[in-house]
């Protein structure tokens, strides 16, 4: 394949009528350009363009990748190493700035490989993250006091709060809080709590709306004073549960495989690894601008 066989485009609706079956022939693996491009479909942004892209031979959709902001990472999905070499020279021909790239490990580490040769930027290894999908689920027995409730328009003020602490405890930008709250990942998610007999919320767990069969169960969230006592696992056996009801056939999340805690609940209640993500950071080398240095 050819550097010519990726087609870039602005437009969000242009790039799902091409690579949308494509994306929804593996809905676990594609989990996250699927509820991207379908919160960018539905809320464009008002300020800065997306960018996506799409590798097309003969007439079939080989791999894909967006980009939500310049500033943000490159999210390709599963590429060969001559895919990546194809679109890191696209992309580097055309003068386009990358800062980075978040993807399974193995094409995170292509591209970046592939972008340090075209480039002469620096790839540091960053964020590493594990995805799941639910085989068979198992809620935890027993089950902790107390039953699941969903967040409704009242809960309002606890969500953001209880989101702004988890993206404070899991070093994620920017910070969450009321003024951001519209624009966060977290603003279309749908919320259960887990509460305690007295109607208190101890744990809170998020699910995406269904794509392709999908849902993506994020975030999963306990204060820290109330870890420990189950609450995680079920709120997040609930959330699976009603995902699975609903119709769902690929219910997945990730986790950060540095916290053994948290990677041992989910396999407790069904989840299975599915791949190894990783982010890398590029030292702002300025790309090799060639002719034609614009979308085609």
């Known amino acids: 394949m050819r550097p010519h066989d990726w087609h870039l485009t602005q437009d969000v609706d ?16 594609h989990t996250m350009p699927l509820t991207v491009t379908e919160k960018l479909r539905t809320n464009p942004p008002a300020a800065e363009t997306p ?28 590429l060969t190493r001559e895919q990546a ?5 696209r ?18 580490t292509a591209f970046a490989d592939a ?34 409730r969903t967040a409704g328009p009242q809960d309002h003020d606890q969500l953001v709060r209880w989101c702004g602490e988890f993206v404070d405890t899991v070093g994620e930008v920017p910070a969450v809080d009321a003024a951001s709250w519209a624009g966060s990942r977290f603003a279309d998610r749908h919320f259960t709590f887990w509460q305690t007999p007295q109607g208190t919320p101890v744990s809170m767990a998020a699910a995406t709306s269904m ?6 169960v994020d975030p999963v969230y306990t204060p820290a004073h109330l870890r420990g006592r189950g609450y995680a696992g079920a709120v997040t056996a609930e959330v699976s549960r009603a995902a699975l009801a609903a119709g769902a056939k690929d219910v997945v999340l990730f986790a950060d495989p540095a916290n053994p805690t ?13 791949a190894a993500w990783t982010v890398y950071d590029f030292s702002h080398a300025a790309p090799q601008t060639g002719p034609g240095a614009c979308l085609a």
């Not at 948290?262 to 599915?274: C, D, E």
């Open 14 to 29: 242009d790039f799902l009528a091409r690579a949308g079956t494509f994306l929804r022939s593996r809905p676990a693996l």
């Open 262 to 274: 948290s990677n041992a609940l989910y396999q407790r209640i069904g989840y299975v690894p599915v």
């Open 115 to 148: 972008w340090q040769r075209h480039t002469g930027a620096t790839p540091t290894p960053g964020t590493r993250i594990r995805l799941y999908r639910l085989d068979t689920l198992t809620p935890p027995e027993p089950a902790p006091q107390g039953r699941a």
């Open 211 to 216: 794509i392709a069969g999908m849902v993506r």
């Open 51 to 78: 960018l996506f892209g799409r590798l097309e031979h003969a007439g079939e959709v080989h791999a894909t990748f967006y980009q939500r902001t310049p500033t943000g990472p490159l999210s390709p999905t599963p």
């Open 91 to 108: 992309l580097a021909h055309l003068g386009h700035r990358v800062r980075g790239v978040s993807a399974d490990h193995d094409t995170a």
């Open 85 to 89: 070499d194809t679109l890191a020279t």
